[in-house]
């Protein structure tokens, strides 16, 4: 709720820019924890930051496209979580075939990478009848509804607590599965981790995928 409310008032492309941009170095600097408080501390900051991201690009891409291709548009983005998760096993088998820390530091780089590509080539989608007629303050002054109306709003509407609790149901243990599955398969079954991890990914992942 609250990167939500961020994304109402500011850029979105620079929350998104940012958010990946921070996820990227605290996965590399992973690479480097040596106790448990560091990657505790890390995690969460990388909580944090994973969470700017998704109502700002769910945002942009719902104002980029009309109601023919808006749920196409957000389908296709949604469906890229579900291959990272599918994918995200393999980083496992990357960790048994040279290092945990060799793994962190290649997929930090790599998203680093990626959030200057962004930074070039994402453009924050503005109204033009609006950027003609008024400066930026103006439009936020006016466009803007104040936080307590807002939530207002939100809360009194009973689909929004139909989806919440849709999407709340199936998460629950949804989560629970997918975190353990990899422990699971590799000291109940006997199977290698760096096996283990992408088998548990790809099922579940897999089946989202082409749902």
């Not at 990167?3 to 940012?18: H, P, Q, T």
């Not at 605290?26 to 560091?38: C, E, H, P």
Request: charged fraction near 10%.
């Amino acid at each position: 709720p609250l990167s939500g409310i961020i994304a109402d008032r500011v850029n979105r492309k620079w929350l998104i820019v940012v958010s990946l941009f921070v996820w990227s170095v605290v996965t590399f600097t992973m690479g480097y924890a040596t106790t448990f408080n560091q990657l505790y501390w890390l995690r969460a900051l990388m909580g944090v930051s994973e969470a700017l991201y998704i109502p700002a690009g769910l945002s942009l891409i719902a104002d980029y496209h009309s109601s023919k291709t808006r749920s196409l548009a957000i389908g296709i983005h949604m469906t890229g979580l579900y291959m990272g998760q599918a994918l995200g096993g393999f980083g496992a088998t990357i960790a048994d075939k040279f290092s945990w820390q060799q793994a962190f530091h290649s997929f930090g780089i790599i998203g680093i990478v990626y959030s200057v590509v962004l930074l070039l080539f994402l453009k924050e989608k503005k109204n033009s009848t609006e950027t003609e007629t008024a400066t930026l303050k103006s439009i936020l002054v006016k466009t803007k509804t104040p936080l307590l109306k807002g939530l207002g709003l939100l809360f009194t509407n009973i689909s929004f607590w139909i989806i919440l609790f849709y999407f709340a149901v199936p998460s629950l243990p949804g989560w629970g599965v997918k975190n353990w599955l990899p422990t699971l398969f590799s000291q109940n079954l006997g199977i290698d981790m760096s096996m283990a991890g992408p088998m548990s990914t790809i099922t579940i992942a897999a089946s989202s995928f082409l749902g």
